[in-house]
């Protein structure tokens, strides 16, 4: 069977790969607008917090002989304490000032990590295995599924729609809502709120490195793999706007899924499509899908 | 009448530099300090903060390389045409972004600006990888012979020159007041009837312009062109030299130009003399890890320098004449407001 041409069997695994692609777009990009709800925070480092959870499950593996699983809760639980040192010695400082700031920051952490990790591990690409319990794939008739792809996709979702139920139908939630809405009222009703913000910060960077476990055994893990990633994420931020929740799962996701379609019908432009997307909804409607301008 | 002093000091200084130094590598800090004088003229005088500056002194870079060596154009109409391209690229990209406001501005223009390096990766003219090789120098109006190292130095000592100039009118003109206005405030810049857009989406045009100009000579000096122009780093590198040297200050950017292309170029020489003297062997590959360098300067700049040198040195004079703390720099004092 062919659909426009091109066999249904290409066309379904470069579907697959957009929307494995599109998880990690979605967990970024939502880590992104949690992070930048509450703390008003560009998080550039977003992409080397992301390299750093990949390398992290890289290192358990292959160093300290613990197997992935283990390495899909420690891995991010090392990056989100990383990043509560990064917002407790650092980030604190600049709330009060201008968002750019923290952009800059942000962006020279990006540097200092990438470089520390290219000082260890050069610029050629490591790569990891897939778990034994996840490799080979199922066969569903129409198209072969390799299950560790499966398996991305599914987990992100998990993630995400929890991060989403957390945030909308939950106390915990409704406290963090209210503190992006007005920080100091919140405070007066005797809520921690710098304390809510170190973990909002911590959560956020711990998706990011969830992310780059979950990438590692898909992708070459390179010092610079995060760079290349960040910018695409925030072309997808910009089209889907930092005001909601859902928006920017349902945009990653989405932007994922269109970069796929592209690499079956026109190779060339799958690496620039995003950014054409975002031109294109720039020009049609500048506040983004899901816009509420902060 | 102090700053006349001044500039003719600084003037000579850069007239009798060449023969103290090596002149190519003199260019191009001159290159650089232009770069960085181009972006602070949105950074530090309109308040945006463009993150994809690289786009257009790449692009200027190649399109000179590009005409000087394929297609044999003159000098003068090589560099104009670069210039031409990244105003064209910078009315483009800036009409674009102005359409969104402080932090996704900053992101349209770093990933407009990576669709350029896409472009200049994939383009057959740019030779990917490989870059543009051996630029010629030519001559200036088919008279002045460039392949002269000293000659070149100073017809790109006046480039700049001429470059600093317009940015210092520019910036004490009415036109640069509106856009200290809309940096104050720009719904009460708005409100008094200014177009905010109009005049940000012209600065970022202007901006681009001298960017390119400083591409366009960077290239006519050193004779190559690579990807190196086009990539973010460069982006983030101006940025970085802009907050070293002081924000919204004349002179801040070129003090940062010089300091940070310096460090670059001698990085791996301190590295050997640390390991020399400390007896650490890992000294040695600091030559190697100018980002972890650049990373760490821009870390303590943001935290504890936002001035920069120049606004540093600035606020000390301040403070010992009226003996007042100095305010602190605000690149956009309606958003501290809002935030506060």
Known sequence: MEIFGVPLQAMMSQLLLGLVNGSFYAMLSLGLAVIFGLLNVINFSHGALYMMGAFMAYIGVTEYGLNYWMMLVLAPLAVGIFGIAVEKTMLRWLYKLDHLYGLLLTFGITLLLEGVFRSFFGVSGQTLSVPEQLQGATNLGFMILPNYRAWVVACSLVVCLGTWFVIEKTRLGAYLRAGTENPKLVEAFGINVPRMVTLTYGFGVALAGLAGVLAAPVINVTPLMGSNLIIVVFAVVVIGGMGSILGSIITGLLLGVIEGLTRVFYPEGSEVVVFVVMVIVLLLRPAGLFGKEK | ?340
């Open chain 2, 1 to 340: 009448m102090n700053k006349k002093i001044l500039y003719a000091l600084a003037l000579a200084l850069a007239l009798a530099a060449p023969f103290f130094g090596y002149p190519v590598f003199l260019m191009k800090l001159l290159c650089f300090a232009l770069f960085a004088c181009a972006f602070n003229l949105l950074i530090g005088f309109t308040g945006l903060l463009s993150f994809g500056h690289a786009a257009f002194f790449g692009s200027a870079g190649y399109t000179t390389g590009y005409l000087l060596s394929s297609v044999g154009l003159p000098v003068e109409l090589g560099i104009l045409a670069g210039v031409a391209t990244s105003a064209v690229l910078g009315l483009v990209i800036g009409s674009l972004a102005i359409r969104r406001q402080g932090i996704y501005f900053s992101m349209i223009t770093l990933a407009l600006a990576q669709m350029v390096y896409f472009a200049a990766l994939r383009s057959p003219f740019t030779h990917g990888e490989d870059g543009l090789q051996g630029v010629p120098r030519g001559k200036l109006l088919g008279m002045i012979d460039l392949s002269n190292d000293l000659t070149l130095y100073y017809v790109v000592l006046a480039i700049a020159v001429a470059g600093f100039a317009l940015i210092n009118r520019t910036v004490h003109s009415p036109f640069g007041q509106v856009l200290k206005a809309i940096k104050e405030n720009e719904p009460r810049a708005i409100s008094l009837g200014y177009d905010a857009d109009k005049y940000k989406l012209l600065a970022f045009v202007l901006s681009a312009a001298l960017t390119g100009l400083a591409g366009a000579t960077k290239t006519l000096v050193l004779g190559f062109e690579t990807l190196t122009d086009v990539h973010w780093t460069m982006s983030g590198l101006v940025v970085l030299m802009t907050l070293v040297g002081g924000m919204g200050t004349m002179a801040g950017p070129i003090i940062g130009a010089f300091i940070i292309v310096l460090l670059e170029n001698k990085l791996g020489e301190v590295g050997n003399f640390l390991a020399e003297h400390t007896g650490i062997a890992w000294f040695t590959t600091l030559g190697e890890s100018v980002g972890m360098v650049t990373g760490l300067i821009f870390i303590v700049c943001v935290l504890l320098f936002r001035r920069g040198i120049v606004g540093e040195i600035g606020a000390l004079f301040e403070r010992m004449g009226k003996k007042a703390p100095a305010a602190a720099p605000r690149v956009n004092p309606a958003k501290d407001r809002e935030a506060a």
